[in-house]
């Protein structure tokens, strides 16, 4: 049997200390509750993804808990603009005090569209929280002809 030495290496980590623990959970908490950051104060685009067929493009936008009035959805000089805007607001009063609260999201994304595109059959659905807009395509249109050499 060998007997080989090992190197230890002490490496000293930089540790951030936090006199309060438990106060900081407290506060944390608090505003998770009470203020409802989680849900509502995010500000977020929507994520996209879109799908190339033989015959048509699919942009598809996750936006859960909206409602289709909720969208608006433009089309000028081929570039498609899906935009929406919430407002809700809040208040309740009890005998010694009132809360008001307001909420605001606002988003707007636009796409360029591609000649390939027929934008007067453009439609769109929304359903479990995915608005889908189907872009068909143009049906090329071949010249061909056979030119005479005179």
């Given at each position: ?136 395509k143009k049906e090329e249109t071949k010249v061909t002809r056979e030119i005479k050499i005179?």
């Open positions: 049997m060998f007997n080989k030495k090992i190197k230890e290496d002490k490496v000293m980590a930089l540790v951030r200390f936090n006199q309060y623990p438990a106060l900081t959970d407290l506060f944390e908490s608090l505003e998770k509750n009470f203020f409802n950051t989680e849900e509502k104060f995010e500000g977020t685009v929507p994520a996209v993804n879109i799908k190339e067929d033989n015959d048509k493009y699919v942009l598809e936008m996750a936006a859960p808990g909206m409602k289709k009035a909720d969208f608006h959805i433009n089309l000028e000089k081929d570039v498609l603009t899906i935009s929406s805007e919430q407002k809700e607001e809040k208040e309740e009063k009890k005998d010694n005090f009132a809360r008001r609260e307001f909420y605001y999201n606002t988003f707007s994304r636009s796409f360029s569209l591609p000649e390939t595109v027929d934008v007067e059959n453009i439609k769109a659905d929304y359903k479990n929280g995915i608005l889908s807009v189907v872009l068909p005179s």
